[in-house]
Each structure stands twice: as C-alpha cells, then as structure tokens.
C-alpha cells in the first residue's frame, strides 16, 4: 500500500476527470493502465521511462485506443496500394516480427 492505495489512484483518476465515471469505463482507460505500469514498475524498483498520457488521450478507453490502431493499419494499407499500386501483402512486417 505504500506505493499505491487509494487516494493517490483517486488522485491520479482525478487529473483525468474519471472519478465520476463507472468503474467499468474507468479501469479500461489509457490513464488507469499507465497507473498500473507505473505501480508495477515502481513495485519492482524500476522507472517508467514514458510520460503519463495527456487529459484527452488518458480518458480513451483501452477499446478505442485499440480500435483507432487498427484503423490506422487499413489506413496504411490503402495509401501503400494507392502509392505503389500493388496490393499490401504485410510480408515485411511479419519476417520482422518473427
């Protein structure tokens, strides 16, 4: 409880306006999942090397962030058909991924 416990999470989710929210939203948020590597992080003895998320961005659900990248991805895939006029196939990423 000395790293984390309840006010400063009710401290944290308040610089995001989210106390009023549900739980449900609340937890699923890009801020509450910087809180818990933040915690993690500080648990273990470690430093968060990234910057909380601003206002608007830490109040996006996990759902939406996700969502937006996959939205990017076809994105993406349209403007490299439409520059090369060859359809994307992925093939670089995946040799790089694996």
Excluded: Q, W
């Excluded at 409880?1 to 944290?12: Q, V």
């Excluded at 106390?19 to 500080?42: H, I, V, W």
């Amino acid at each position: 409880m000395s790293l984390g416990g309840n006010l400063r999470l009710k401290k944290h989710f308040s610089e995001y306006d989210l106390l009023e929210e549900e739980p449900s939203m609340r937890y699923k948020t890009r801020a509450a999942d910087y809180y818990r590597r933040m915690l993690r992080a500080s648990a273990s003895g470690d430093s968060i090397l990234e910057e909380p998320p601003e206002k608007d961005k830490g109040r996006e659900t996990i759902e939406d962030a996700i969502r937006t990248s996959e939205e990017n991805s076809v994105i993406s895939e349209s403007a490299h058909e439409m520059i090369t006029g060859e359809e994307f196939s992925g093939e670089f990423f995946s040799s790089v991924i694996n």
